[in-house]
Nanobody, 115 residues
Framework: QVQLVESGGGLVQPGGSLRLSCAASGISISANTMNWYRQAPGKQRQWVAKTTSSGTTGYTDSVKGRFAISRDNAENTVYLQMTSLKPEDTAVYYC?????????WGQGTQVTVSS
């Protein structure tokens, strides 16, 4: 059974930093693209960042230069380092693993940026 478990969310002031983790079990992430998405209240889920099996990364424009995605294949974990956080980054952040015809999602972790 595939499980993705996110952690690391919380309340942070504008300009602060957080590191999110996504621990996978039941599947190896090494051969898979891994994504982070987020969903703010009343809005659609939005793609944030990706890391491919070859190490290529990609980001949505609004987080470029502030967020960094990385992976530790040995730990079967993906990270999202978030810096210079803004109130508009407030959302539930989800880890996503697309594998063949199946999309696996974590339960999400809340990030709130507020003074």
């Amino acid at each position: 059974q595939v499980q993705l478990v996110e952690s690391g969310g919380g309340l942070v002031q504008p300009g602060g930093s957080l590191r999110l983790s996504c621990a996978a079990s039941g599947i190896s992430i090494s051969a898979n693209t891994m994504n982070w998405y987020r969903q703010a209240p009343g809005k659609q889920r939005q793609w944030v960042a990706k890391t491919t099996s070859s190490g290529t990364t990609g980001y949505t424009d609004s987080v470029k230069g502030r967020f960094a995605i990385s992976r530790d294949n040995a730990e079967n974990t993906v990270y999202l380092q978030m810096t210079s956080l803004k109130p508009e980054d407030t959302a539930v952040y989800y880890c996503h693993l697309p594998n063949r015809a199946t999309n696996y999602w974590g339960q999400g972790t809340q990030v709130t940026v507020s003074s």
